[in-house]
């Protein structure tokens, strides 16, 4: 696969200049692990056993370039493999558009199989779809259709390598498949209810070709922990990372989840620079930061911080912070540097971002105070790996996905059955 990553964009130059076919297997917007590996091997697969082909079989990663850097589990994963960034095709470095229109595209569609409305064009192109999700409406006659309720698309992927011709699975694909499995199925703990025994026999049949993969253990807890590690993120990728935005009366609020400790937070150099160009940028009239980390216990902790240059905007919202009862947050004020950003510890852990944004709107005002607009800021946050319904946290699952096990288990102390509403 080293040769044939290292060769995409050079091969879809090519193919562009000389007015050629090129296939594009390509992932879903929110552009995870699980979407950019399964396009990676897939499009390799396809490269590697498809008969003479006329085409170039290029990977596509569904973001911005400049978004990549926000996929801190993607960029570790293909950097600890030594697959360079350089070397990946992302969405705005290819006008599938264009190729469409000049009769030139064929898409594989991995991870999802529903394109956006601004790719209702596409459909036309779509050839094949390879998902984890259950189909929503038919496909044209002609495209080739795999839908299965695994845990991860990259199990479906792998199948398909492992039915085909033997020698094309080679250690990197091996070791990137797995890896996306064994993070996306919670380390095939059955407690989290995402794993199947497909999946289980994937991992299973990549171990016994390739004995040298890292042990599961290891190799879940580097992914994990790369997935909250936003050390190597500036400032403004920090709070891109995560966010979500309300509207009220002519005042726009950001809202970020932010995975690090308030106090490393403020510590950022230039941070009130950073925040005031952040703002001002996308006019948000200010910003609330609310930060959760985790002891060695797992333990989590909440801390919260408001920023606005506009003392009015600023005051409300403490004031709205401060006096919820629905739910009590429990604050106690942090001393601050600034007069413009107001600091929380926030007693009450289990009151999540989705708790509190009720509480916002309503201190906005405007159409948004009654649950109105909310707007779910592109890119996407990363995905995190879900605890379903039926799902007991009695047994010992890892908070893999902080928000998600709060919200449970404030369901759970507040006596509602799994499966009630949040």
């Known amino acids: 696969m080293e040769r044939f990553v290292e060769g995409n964009r050079a091969a879809l130059q090519d193919h562009v200049q000389r007015h050629r076919e090129i296939h594009v297997v390509m992932g879903n917007e929110a552009c995870d692990l699980d979407s950019t590996v399964s396009a990676l091997a897939l499009a390799y697969f396809l490269a590697k056993t498809t008969p003479a082909p006329k085409a170039a079989f290029v990977p596509v990663l569904n973001i911005p370039r400049a978004d990549f850097a926000l996929r801190t589990e993607t960029t570790f994963l293909l950097r600890e493999q030594g697959v360079p960034a350089a070397s990946l095709v992302f969405r705005d470095e290819i006008d599938l558009g264009g190729l469409h229109r000049a009769g030139l595209l064929s898409l594989t569609l991995v991870d999802h199989h529903v394109l956006p409305g601004a790719d209702a064009a596409l459909e036309e192109a779509v050839v094949e779809v390879l998902d984890h999700r259950p189909l929503e409406g038919d496909r044209a006659p002609g495209c080739r259709v795999t839908a299965e309720p695994v845990g991860s698309c990259a199990t479906l992927v792998t199948e398909r390598i492992a039915q085909g011709p033997p020698g094309v699975l080679d250690r990197l694909t091996a070791t990137l498949l797995h890896g996306t499995i064994v993070l996306d199925c919670v380390n095939l703990s059955p407690a989290a209810g995402k794993v199947t025994p497909r999946d289980v026999a994937c991992v299973s049949l990549l171990e016994a070709r390739f004995p040298e993969l890292p042990a599961r253990d290891a190799v879940f807890r580097a992914l994990q922990a790369a997935k909250f590690d936003v050390s190597g993120l500036t400032t403004e990728q920090m709070l891109r990372k995560d966010l979500k935005v309300l509207s009220g ?4 609020l950001a809202v970020s989840a932010i995975y690090v400790d ?23 009239a200010g910003l609330v930061a609310m930060m959760i980390s985790f002891n060695e216990q797992n333990e989590p902790s909440r801390q919260l911080a408001v920023y606005s240059q506009q003392e009015t905007l600023r005051s409300a919202v403490c004031r709205a912070l401060e006096e919820a009862t629905a739910p009590s947050l429990h604050l106690r ?24 944004l009720p509480v916002l709107r309503a201190a906005l005002g405007g159409p948004g105070a009654a649950g109105g607009p ?7 946050p990363t995905p995190m790996n879900s605890l379903v319904e039926e799902c007991p946290l009695a047994q010992a699952v890892p908070p893999l996905c902080p928000q998600d096990v709060l919200d449970r288990v404030s369901r759970i102390a507040a006596g509602q059955p799994p499966g009630s509403p949040k």
């Open 262 to 284: 308030l106090e490393t937070f403020l510590r950022r150099p230039g941070l009130l620079q950073d925040l005031d160009a952040f703002c001002k940028a996308r006019g948000y």
């Open 249 to 252: 009366d002519e005042l726009v």
């Open 374 to 380: 909310e707007e779910e800021v592109v890119p996407p």
């Open 333 to 356: 004020p942090l001393p601050s540097a600034w007069s413009c950003l107001s600091a929380y510890a926030q007693g009450n852990a289990l009151a999540s971002r989705k708790k509190v």
